[in-house]
C-alpha cells in the first residue's frame, strides 16, 4: 500500500495484480509505504476504510482518493498458481507443486479449499465498506492506464522494473472446470467485465 500525502492518495495493493512493480518505483515518491508484513501490505479496502483512512484524513483534513486494481480471474488464479509453484515457497501446505492447474482450480471452487488453493477473492479485497468504496479501479491488463493516472497524479515518468514475476507455465482447463469457476467466482467475473465495459 502506497499513500501519496500531498497529492491526497492511497494506491492498494491487490494481490496478484503487479503492485510489487509500482511500489517499487514509486515508494521513495510515498509519504507512506507499507510492504510488509503481507497483513498490512495487503490491507483490504474494507480495513482501509475502518482504519489507516480515518486516521489520514482525521490528520489531513481532507479526504483521500483510493485507488486498486483487478486481474481478469481465471488469470489471477493461473498467478497464484504459478506463484505457488516456487520451491521457495516456505510453506509446503501452500505449494502447488505435483498439483495441476485443473485440480487447483477445481480445490479453489471448493467449500474448504486446502492452503495451496485458499487465495481468496479479488471481489471481497474490493468490497466497500457500507458507502465506501474507490475512487477507481484499473485492469492488471490495461496497467498502462494506471501509469498514465499515477504519472498525471504525481507530475512524474514510472518506469516499471518487473518484479516478483511468476514462471511462465501451460494452464489448461478442462471445460467443465471453467463451468464451474464461472459458477462458484460468478461475482468476480461481473465485477471485472464491470471494470472492463467501463473502460
Not at 479526504?63 to 516456505?90: C, H, K, M, N
Request: overall charge negative.
Amino acid at each position: 500500500m502506497l499513500v501519496f500525502w500531498h497529492q491526497r492518495l492511497t494506491m492498494l495493493a491487490t494481490p496478484k495484480t503487479g503492485t510489487t512493480a509500482i511500489e517499487a518505483a514509486l515508494e521513495s515518491l510515498a509519504h507512506l509505504a507499507i510492504q510488509r508484513p503481507p497483513q498490512l501490505k495487503h490491507a483490504n479496502l474494507r480495513k482501509y476504510h475502518r482504519f489507516i483512512g480515518p486516521w489520514l484524513e482525521s490528520a489531513a483534513g481532507a479526504p483521500f482518493d483510493v485507488i486498486a486494481t483487478i486481474r481478469e480471474p481465471l488469470d489471477w488464479l493461473g498467478s497464484w498458481y504459478r506463484y505457488r509453484q516456487r520451491e521457495d515457497i516456505g510453506d509446503a501446505a501452500k505449494s502447488t507443486a505435483g498439483i495441476s492447474f485443473d485440480q487447483f482450480v477445481r480445490d479453489y471452487c471448493s467449500d474448504a479449499p486446502p492452503a495451496y488453493a485458499a487465495v481468496g477473492a479479488q471481489s471481497q479485497f474490493l468490497a466497500p465498506k457500507n458507502e465506501k468504496g474507490l475512487t477507481r479501479l484499473f485492469r492488471y491488463e490495461r496497467i498502462e492506464d494506471l501509469i498514465q493516472f499515477l504519472e498525471d497524479r504525481l507530475n512524474c515518468e514510472i518506469l516499471l522494473p518487473r518484479l516478483n514475476v511468476s514462471p511462465v507455465m501451460e494452464l489448461g482447463l478442462d471445460p467443465a472446470t471453467e463451468k464451474l469457476l464461472r459458477k462458484v467466482a460468478a461475482m468476480e467475473f461481473e465485477l471485472y467485465d464491470t471494470v472492463a465495459s467501463q473502460g
